[in-house]
């Protein structure tokens, strides 16, 4: 059983900068891929940032060069470091591991008023 628990959601102005963090009850060797999706008002759900267990990243094109996805194994941390946030950025912010199975964690909400 892997729980997932995010934070570090908010408000920002465009521009601005926030950091997700997903603190997760399981053990970091035993997962294959780690990310981060969003949710958008009428959209659907959308990959941001993944990392593997060999620390491999991808990032949605929108995300490039802007987000920043990490993590610390000691403290079985994933972290989203997100800069230059535009209004599109807007969305509920999800956790996820594949362990091999699925897990996801219950959102967070990021808005980017301009």
């Known amino acids: 059983q892997v729980q997932l628990v995010e934070s570090g959601g908010g408000l920002v102005q465009a521009g601005g900068s926030l950091r997700l963090s997903c603190a997760a009850s399981g053990r970091f060797f035993s997962f294959n891929v780690m990310g981060w999706y969003r949710q958008a008002p009428g959209k659907q759900r959308e990959l941001v940032a993944a990392i593997t267990s060999g620390g491999s990243t991808n990032y949605a094109d929108s995300a490039k060069g802007r987000f920043t996805i990490s993590r610390d194994n000691a403290k079985n941390t994933l972290y989203l470091q997100m800069n230059s946030l535009k209004p599109e950025d807007t969305a509920v912010y999800y956790c996820?591991?594949?362990?091999?199975?699925?897990?996801w964690g219950q959102g967070t909400q990021v808005t980017v008023s301009s």
């Open positions: 996820y591991v594949l362990a091999p199975a699925s897990y």
